[in-house]
């Protein structure tokens, strides 16, 4: 030990410290050693709350000898793409410090991951580097999407947000367009079968164009489109499909595969279909275009037959120009007319489908105090010899579906 250090010891020794001053030097040692940053600690959360409303995460990691508090700082909980629970089976990325105000020691996650996700995440890459050199992911093989689809099959899960998101938002942009739901299971281990019976189900209704879409989620959540057999299957299509299963984040091999990516259901709505009112607007330029073109035509007719009108050399040019000219007008208000006619029908159609669409909306009449009921295979029941004793059946309210059990039917 060198004199320095001798000199430090003595004046430490001598010192007396408050106890704020002693935690405060506990937390610069933790803070400057370099051992204490980014490290991997694996354990089990327990008292987690979620976010505070500081946007902070306090919980706590353990395992069956021993615990440590733990914080995650709100800048930081953007990167998570999923919320966790108690019992929670972690691998925490994560520096050592203390908090000096209440003396102890913890430590300040950057990133959590589920135990596990490391060998997904790796299974996932590897199939990735596979299918890259079997050339999946080579662009020429994208097929276009319909500009004007009229019939859209939708794979999703059964009453999912994902499902009413895409519903409201492609019959409020197009409602010309017909819809078939495939309901499917979207997570676990029979997912991936599931998905394949639904997705070539789809494709072989003719369908114009199809979505296959979830909310999102972590690596595990999203694993089952990353299955081997579904993405083949994708592959060998005819129908054009987008795909909105996972977020920018999280992004499936699903999304890479499909001939065009949403980051959202709602994203895909917009893809998938024009804007009506958009259509309206353009048309209405359109014409506003043609318009221009046909006065500018007349107009350069009518030059020409002012020269020919001012040409002393014409004899009677008078009766001629008249009469070229009453000509010229009944055209311009014959194209006019038509025109206009023509286009006016365009909007009258569009409008009138729109407003027939809205009024076949089964779900409009919800707003109204009605209710609709489905049986156990999702049939809508329209007459009561349809309802069975001991069936299963669905009431579906404004606002929320209700299961429900048929019993003592009167015959």
Known sequence: MNSFDDELN??????????????????????????????????????????????????????????????????????????????DEVILTCSLSSYPAGGTYQLIVKNIKREGDGDLLLKRLELIKKLEKEGFFDQSRKKKLPTFPYKIGIIVGYNSA????????????????????????????????????????????????????????SLEDLSCFDDEDLIRVIATLKTPLISAVGHEINRSITDFIADKYASTPTGAAEIVVPNKEEILEDLSQDKEYLNSIIKNYLSNYEHKIEILKNNKSLISLDKIYDSYFEKIEKYKISIDNIYT???????????????????FNPYNILNKGYCIIKNDNNEIIYESNLLKNEEDAEIIFKDKTVKTKIINKEK
């Not at 706590?60 to 914080?71: A, E, G, H, R």
């Not at 492609?170 to 599931?194: C, H, M, T």
């Not at 006619?341 to 027939?356: A, E, G, Q, T, V």
Request: with cysteine.
């Open 10 to 87: 003595t004046s430490i020794k001598k010192h007396t410290f408050s106890v704020f001053e002693l935690n405060s030097l506990i937390k610069e040692i933790f803070d400057s050693t370099p051992i204490f940053k980014n490290i991997l600690v694996k354990g089990e959360i327990s008292n987690w709350k979620g976010k505070n409303s500081s946007g902070h995460i306090y919980f706590s990691l353990k395992d069956d000898k021993s615990t440590i508090k733990c914080v995650m700082f709100k800048y930081d909980t953007f990167s998570l793409s999923k919320d966790y629970k108690d019992g």
């Open 341 to 359: 006619s023509y286009l006016d029908k365009i909007f009258n159609k569009i409008k009138n489908l729109s407003l027939l669409s809205e009024s």
């Open 162 to 217: 994902a499902s009413k998101d895409l519903e409201i938002n492609i019959i409020r942009r197009w409602p010309l367009v017909e819809l078939n739901f495939y309901y499917s299971l979207v997570q676990g281990k029979e997912a991936p079968l599931d998905l394949i019976k639904n997705i070539k189900r789809a494709d072989s209704d003719e369908n114009d164009v199809l979505i296959i879409a979830r909310g999102g989620g």
